[in-house]
């Protein structure tokens, strides 16, 4: 078609529709209808949330482990019984295999740190493991036959020590072991030098924060007064 013809065409329809009612004018106009618009994401911020984790007490940690012995529970509860008595953190207990306790201890390079460490397991590790009625090389195995992840672990710490206004995960068992050592040595300066290596702290003052004594002590200020 011409550009000539094109034009002629434009024209025509032009006045066509010039003097077309406006009610015919709908039926070829009628309006698209806006897709309908998505509400935003609500975002949920953690700003001015306090997410540290609080520490467990270790006869109460314990207790709960010993529970579970027997039941379906009972691979769960020897996971709190090796992080309350060794102090690691929940990736470096999880990689543990059989063999390592048969053996009766752990050799590992740390997770985070890439440090390596030997581990001697403790009588009450031990006692534990041995009753066990789970026998595959999977310690710490869930119901569904593999290995507990990160996110199982904390939702049933979190289950089995319900506290207003506390927040349990693996870091309050680790913090269980540091506490326990702690006062098993009188709340020395050596216990915390001895904790400083084993949590590889850069000083003191970290492991003094890392396990509330530092807040301990301001608490008991502002409550003296």
């Known amino acids: 078609m011409s550009k000539l013809n094109q034009q002629l065409n434009i024209e025509l329809l032009a006045a066509f529709l010039n003097n077309m009612p406006d009610a015919e004018k709908s039926k070829f106009f009628a309006p698209v209808p ?5 509400k935003p ?3 949920v911020s953690t700003k001015g949330r306090i997410t540290k984790s609080n520490s467990l007490d270790y006869d109460k940690a314990y207790n709960a482990a010993l529970r579970m012995k027997g039941t379906k529970n009972e691979n769960f509860g020897f996971y709190i019984v090796v992080a309350i008595h060794t102090g690691l953190r929940i990736g470096d207990i999880l990689k543990m295999k059989r063999k390592n306790f048969e053996d009766g201890v752990y050799q590992l390079r740390e997770q985070k740190t890439g440090k390596p460490k030997f581990l001697p397991f403790n009588k009450k590790v031990l006692e534990y493991f041995n009753e066990l009625r789970n026998k595959s090389e999977i310690v710490f195995r869930s119901n569904k036959g593999t290995t507990y992840s990160n996110q199982q672990i904390n939702k049933k710490i979190k289950q089995t ?8 995960s693996s870091h309050s068992l680790r913090k269980s072991f540091g506490r326990k050592v702690y006062e098993m040595n009188n709340q020395s300066e050596d216990a915390l030098i001895s ?7 850069t000083s003191m003052r970290v492991t003094r924060t890392y ?4 807040q301990e002590k301001l608490d008991s200020i502002y409550l003296g007064i």
């Not at 396990?211 to 530092?214: A, G, M, N």
Request: charged share 40%; no cysteine.
């Open 34 to 38: 806006e897709e309908p618009k998505k």
């Open 41 to 43: 994401k609500k975002v």
């Open 161 to 168: 020590f319900k506290a207003k206004n506390k927040n349990y």
């Open 195 to 201: 904790l400083s290596e084993i949590y590889n702290h």
């Open 211 to 214: 396990l509330d004594i530092t």
